[in-house]
């Protein structure tokens, strides 16, 4: 399969569009989850999985250089996903009634879920997983996302986000940490 990227990342460096467009087939979808996971609306998660691609094509010539694709890939599409989070949060876009529902639909739709029919404690458990996540710092959360969401490796996630494998450990134990305090106390106070 890497060597497989590898080959498409060098066509489409040498000129050849019909590479980049099997790149982006291949990756549209792991992009827009990861996306979503930051901005938490299917729009913006379009915007960013377009403007991922867009980026990339224009950063065509940086890719020989690059050792993961993917690592790059994603790293440019969670740092653009960051900074349209933050826009957004500084302009209260989002009126807060629809956030929980359209954050929960949302979410359903884009992750990997078993089936429709998943019982109500499990979507209710969704919901409170959401808003904990919401509350942890961006790095914490962005960390959590990608390693117990998307399940990137440790190192993985240090690629993605360009900083040491122990940064990414130490991130992790802390919103851990943090989600378990957050959740057993939202759990216990709704039952």
Known sequence: M????????ERFVAGDDSAFAELVARYERKVYQVAFQIVRNHYDADEVVQETFVRIFKRRNELGKVSSFTSFLLRVATNYAIDLHRRQ???DRWPEEDTPAMAQLQTI????????????????????IIRALDTLPPRQRLTAILHDVQGYSKREVAEILECPEATVRS???IARTKLKKILRKRLRTEE
């Open 171 to 173: 991130n992790l134990h």
């Open 2 to 9: 890497h060597s497989e990227i590898a080959a498409l990342v």
């Open 89 to 91: 949060r500084s302009h």
């Open 109 to 128: 739709l884009s992750a990997d879920v078993r089936t429709p029919g998943d019982d109500f404690r499990d979507r209710r458990l969704m919901v409170e």
